[in-house]
Antibody
Framework: QVQLQESGPGLVKPSETLSLTCTVS??????????WTWIRQPPGKELEWIGY???????KYNPSFKRRVTISADTSKHQFSLRLTSVTAADTAVYYC??????????????WGQGTMVTVSS | DIQMTQSPSSLSASVGDRVTITCRAS??????LNWYQQKPGNAPNLLIY???FLQSGVPSRFGGSGSGTDFTLTISSLQPEDFATYYC?????????FGQGTKVEIK
């Protein structure tokens, strides 16, 4: 049973960099047919797709983040990470890592981490 | 970006009711449409993928239909554990986008 778990600071200062890690247990980020994805949800608002990394290291990002975002993976640690630079209060949200099953479920997010709240404040 | 619009934004229903939630895409997305259920404090949970396929472990009272721009999530007989917020999501093109959510409340 694959499980995902986010970790990282819950408080980040404005203009600094938000860094989160997702640890995949019971599976591997080397697995084909999956995109390893970050999604966020500002308080009381809808979900926003941030981007993904695939098994070969190819990444795709939401253009709305205007080059502030980087997703990387450490296959030896079964982890993938999110880095978001120059944060503002608008980046305050619950951040989820998720598995996108493009191979069997048409790009549906079939596994999610529990989410981690990140607040941007001085 | 493809805009996803859900209706209604909220609804009140009783246990045993049949509930229908609709999702409209701003352009055709074939059947690249997924539905999720989210309860307060929890991550979303996949219910339906590719418009009409039931995710493993999801009760059969949940069903999905539609193609192109118009889609429907139906709960045939609402149960107490179904009171939650439901989101549609298009996976046709990047960036993937979600609807604004439909909150199903107890009447």
């Amino acid at each position: 049973q694959v499980q995902l778990q986010e970790s990282g600071p819950g408080l980040v200062k404005p203009s600094e960099t938000l860094s989160l890690t997702c640890t995949v247990s019971g599976g591997s980020v080397n697995s084909g047919s999956y995109y390893w994805t970050w999604i966020r949800q500002p308080p009381g608002k809808e979900l926003e797709w941030i981007g993904y990394i695939d098994y070969s290291g190819i990444t795709k990002y939401n253009p709305s983040f205007k080059r502030r975002v980087t997703i990387s993976a450490d296959t030896s640690k079964h982890q993938f990470s999110l880095r978001l630079t120059s944060v503002t209060a608008a980046d305050t949200a619950v951040y989820y890592c998720a598995r996108d099953d493009y191979g069997g479920k048409g790009d549906a997010f079939d596994m999610w981490g529990q989410g981690t709240m990140v607040t941007v404040s001085s | 970006d493809i805009q996803m619009t859900q209706s209604p934004s909220s609804l009140s229903a009783s246990v045993g009711d049949r509930v229908t939630i609709t999702c409209r895409a701003s352009q055709s997305i074939s059947t690249f449409l997924n539905w999720y259920q989210q309860k307060p404090g929890n991550a979303p949970n996949l219910l339906i993928y590719a418009a009409s396929f039931l995710q493993s472990g999801v009760p059969s009272r949940f069903g999905g239909s539609g193609s192109g721009t118009d889609f429907t999530l139906t709960i045939s007989s609402l149960q107490p554990e179904d009171f939650a917020t439901y989101y549609c999501q298009q996976s046709y093109s990047i960036p993937s986008t979600f609807g604004q959510g439909t909150k199903v409340e107890i009447k």
